[in-house]
Antibody, heavy 117, light 109 residues
Framework: QVQLQESGPRLVKPSETLSLTCTVS????????WSWIRQPPGKGLEWIGY???????SYNPSLKSRITISVDTSKNQFSLKLTSVTAADTAVYYC???????????WGQGTLVTVSS | QSALTQPPSASGSPGQSVTISCTGT?????????VSWYQQHPGKAPKLIIY???KRPSGVPDRFSGSKSGNTASLTVSGLQAEDEADYYC?????????FGGGTKLTVL
């Protein structure tokens, strides 16, 4: 079955860029939409955006000016870049496949990214 | 887009049924049949348990059911079991956005 795994730096300095990659295994990245979702410690979930394997994207309007999501079909990976981070961007970042009816599953295990100097 | 409104907590005894509500607006929950529900155990990733308001993915017990009336969606867990104790989140399509509820902590007494 399809599995997802997030990777990237766990600590980012304020004002710098957060970069994460999601590697998809057990299936092809083609023909699906893929999403990033985050969860600040002790808080709820927030949709960041999604990308289709062809490269078309949709972003959360509240984060749109700082987000770039890209895809590399040759590596079966998609990535997230979030610029000008602050402490408010500290969260567990999850990648997930977009399933039927704009739902999300399966999910990666998540990676905690801390923004701190 | 504001988050969908869920009660912060819910509880029930083993074997009982509990219903968790998720209230939005006509721009999200009420406007589309694209409500999904997720179960999250502590320290784990969320797991999809309901999509398109009332459909269950393969492998999800039929004790979990979903419905919608107007701007409010609901998740019902019947025959509560100890392993159902978790956080539950709703999510809705909202045009150019996707919105989650704030989450409900379900306690099995």
């Amino acid at each position: 079955q399809v599995q997802l795994q997030e990777s990237g730096p766990r600590l980012v300095k304020p004002s710098e860029t957060l970069s994460l990659t999601c590697t998809v295994s057990g299936g092809s990245i083609s023909n699906y939409y893929w999403s990033w979702i985050r969860q600040p410690p002790g808080k709820g979930l927030e949709w960041i955006g999604y990308i289709y394997y062809t490269g078309s994207t949709s972003y959360n309007p509240s984060l749109k000016s700082r987000i770039t999501i890209s895809v590399d079909t040759s590596k079966n990976q998609f990535s997230l870049k979030l610029t000008s981070v602050t402490a408010a961007d500290t969260a567990v970042y999850y990648c997930a496949r977009v399933a039927g009816g704009y739902s999300y599953g399966p999910w990666g295990q998540g990676t905690l990214v801390t923004v701190s100097s | 887009q504001s988050a969908l409104t869920q009660p912060p907590s819910a509880s029930g005894s083993p074997g009982q049924s509990v219903t968790i509500s998720c209230t939005g607006t006509s721009s999200d929950v009420g406007g589309y049949n694209y409500v999904s529900w997720y179960q999250q155990h502590p320290g784990k990733a969320p797991k999809l348990i309901i999509y398109e308001v009332s459909k269950r993915p393969s492998g999800v017990p039929d004790r979990f059911s979903g419905s919608k009336s107007g701007n409010t969606a609901s998740l019902t867990v019947s025959g509560l079991q100890a392993e159902d104790e978790a956080d539950y989140y709703c999510n809705s399509y909202a045009g150019s956005n996707r919105v989650f509820g704030g989450g409900t902590k379900l306690t099995v007494l």
